[in-house]
């Protein structure tokens, strides 16, 4: 089936069905698991450290899939990469289900992440794709909605399963429902994507390992509040191999990840917009938490049921903030979105007193309202700024920006908030001054991507 039958049948919504499912189900699963930590802990008898790696390294190996899905994309039918994408996550949750020990469990996650890392980008490219520009806005919103109340619903969701299951239980829904997602994908799936041959560059494979490296020392940088002399070593060497990714992609014929797109300044303001928005929202749902229970005293569970409000209205807003754009422009919507994170963050800087609950997550649902105006309608803002066969491209490079963006955030936040209280001699992550301080950078962050909201062309398709 071609694009333009997709476009004017109602098999088109039976596809987005499908693909936004598989995708709803990946992104739960992906934020579901912090909660059963303790649980896993006991299971498996190890510490926190290493479990955390269930997150961290998937992390790793989602970054590096991301980049090598425009390629898949141009070699294999999507019906292939989409059915291939849902097995190989299932076969992973499988494995995690029956694991007898933690090498096993990570082996089923790194399955996972293989999934999601491809998943991710080149279903927000097909999306595209398939619909015509002037409802990009609406499509992805509606996308964004999927990603978003995923994300927000996943640790929820598996509280209340956890409650009344063993933690295997969990994975058995996922696995249960992506079998459903596989059976409807023979059906809905179509190969929509126009191909363009070329051989995988393992080179540029390779070198892709400094992404891994540069994400690895972040996480670690921000977990361990300090860069050891192992890490520096590692930093420079995936700065080294990341040079040569990035001069390999702009000298071959035939690139991985074609980084020509960067040429296009729409392109390049919609990266940085996606990915300060994603920072802000990411540092919220991180410090917002440590907020709560540090400096008001909160338990956990409302620490967490604080957060519910700003990500049930993000949800709202994702596909009406798509429509907007597609009415008035993406200049307006994104600017109107980051004014509201810049008041937001202006709001936590420029109070310099304790704040109730209640003004906190007030300020959180404009902060994260704000996002629904600029992470997914800056993502449609980029793919409608390139050519039809550069949108994988330039949605890989958008994505894959975009979790760099959000470790890093998330690491100086945490760096920022240790040393301050340090520095004023004070309990780690117990202090307001470091929350303060937080509060402080990110507001001059949200205030320099205001700025490249300004800064955006209004004309519909620049190239």
Not at 197 to 222: E, F, H, M, P, R
Request: net charge positive; aromatic share 10%; charged share 10%.
């Amino acid at each position: 089936m071609n694009k333009g039958e997709i476009q004017n049948s109602l098999t088109r919504k039976l596809f987005i069905l499908t693909l936004l499912s598989g995708t709803f189900t990946m992104s739960i699963s992906q934020s579901s698991l912090s909660t059963a930590y303790p649980t896993l802990m006991k299971f498996f008898g190890v510490t926190a450290p290493t479990i955390q790696w269930l997150t961290t390294g998937f992390m790793l190996i989602m970054c590096i899939m991301m980049p090598i899905s425009p390629w898949l994309l141009n070699n294999f039918s999507f019906k292939k990469i989409f059915l291939s994408v849902v097995a190989i996550f299932a076969l992973g949750t499988l494995i995690i289900i029956v694991a007898p020990n933690f090498p096993m469990a990570m082996l089923g996650r790194a399955l996972e992440a293989v999934g999601v890392g491809i998943l991710f980008p080149s279903f927000q490219s097909v999306l595209m794709t398939i619909t015509p520009e002037d409802n990009r806005g609406a499509t992805m919103g509606y996308a964004g909605l999927v990603m978003g109340s995923a994300l927000a619903s996943g640790p929820i969701i598996s509280g209340i399963v956890l409650n009344f299951l063993q933690w295997q239980g969990l994975f058995v829904i996922f696995l249960l429902i992506m079998i459903v997602i596989f059976i409807s994908g023979l059906f809905n799936i179509k190969d929509v994507m126009p191909r363009h041959k070329a051989n995988l560059d393992l080179i540029s494979t390779i070198y892709l390992l400094g992404l891994i490296g540069l994400l690895y020392v972040v996480n670690q940088a921000g977990a361990t509040k300090s860069l050891s002399a192992n890490l520096l070593i590692l930093l420079v060497i995936s700065i080294i191999l990341t040079i040569l990714f990035v001069h390999r992609q702009l000298t071959k014929q035939q690139p991985l990840l074609d980084l020509k797109v960067m040429k296009n300044f729409n392109f390049d303001l919609a990266v940085l917009l996606t990915g300060f928005s994603y920072i802000s929202l990411i540092v919220v749902t991180i410090i917002y938490p440590l907020y709560y229970q540090n400096i008001l005293h909160t338990s956990v569970l409302m620490s967490g049921l604080a957060l519910v409000p700003p990500a049930i209205v993000l949800s709202i807003l994702n596909p009406l903030t798509g429509k907007l754009a597609d009415k008035i422009g993406f200049k307006s919507t994104l600017i109107i979105g980051m004014a509201m994170i810049v008041v937001g963050w202006f709001f936590l800087f420029a109070l310099r007193i304790k704040l109730s609950i209640w003004p906190m997550i007030l300020i959180a649902t404009l902060i994260e309202g704000g996002n629904a105006f600029v992470m997914m309608p800056a993502t449609t803002l980029g793919g409608n700024s390139l050519s039809e066969e550069l949108i994988p491209h330039g949605t890989a490079i958008i994505t894959t920006v975009r979790q760099l963006l959000g470790s890093l955030g998330v690491s100086l936040a945490t760096l920022i908030l240790v040393t301050t209280n340090q520095n004023h001699r004070l309990p780690a992550n117990n202090g307001l001054v470091g929350y303060q301080a937080v509060f402080t950078f990110f507001f001059g962050m949200a205030i320099i991507g205001f700025i490249f909201a300004l800064l955006i062309k209004n004309n519909k398709k620049a190239k």
